[in-house]
């Protein structure tokens, strides 16, 4: 079991930067990678930003941006602190969004929300033009 408490959001204006923590507790050692997603109105939830557990694989730590913010966003690990972060530039108000943070333990890097096996209850980010 994974627990998952997301924070950070709140209304700032277009341009502006915000950075979202997700904290995670519970048996966060069988966790394989930690995703961002995000889930505006009237629209499905969708993939944001992931980031792969430290050893979990035998190369260098792995990340995957959705194109929409690609080189605006950055998704983080503090492993001492089992919390993962996205630090969010140039914000637009097409990112407000009700962001959740999400854990997989499948070890298949994976940015379908469907596969992800604990999440947190979200945060809201609004931007405003």
């Known amino acids: 079991q994974v627990q998952l408490v997301e924070s950070g959001g709140g209304l700032v204006q277009a341009g502006a930067s915000l950075r979202l923590s997700c904290a995670a507790s519970?048996?966060?050692?069988?966790?394989?990678?930690m995703g961002w997603f995000r889930q505006a109105p009237g629209e499905e939830r969708e993939f944001v930003a992931l980031?792969?557990?430290?050893?979990?694989?035998?190369?260098?730590?792995?990340?995957r941006y959705a194109d929409s913010v690609k080189g605006r966003f950055t998704i983080s690990r503090d492993n001492a602190e089992n919390t993962v972060y996205l630090q969010m530039n140039s914000l637009k108000p097409e990112d407000t969004a009700v962001y959740y943070c999400?854990?997989?333990?499948?070890?298949?890097?994976?940015?379908?929300?469907?596969?992800?096996?604990?999440w947190g209850q979200g945060t809201q980010v609004t931007v405003s033009s």
């Open positions: 980031i792969t557990r430290r050893g979990s694989i035998r190369r260098n730590e792995l990340t």
């Open positions: 519970g048996r966060t050692s069988s966790t394989y990678a």
């Open positions: 999400a854990a997989d333990v499948s070890g298949v890097v994976t940015t379908t929300p469907s596969e992800y096996d604990y």
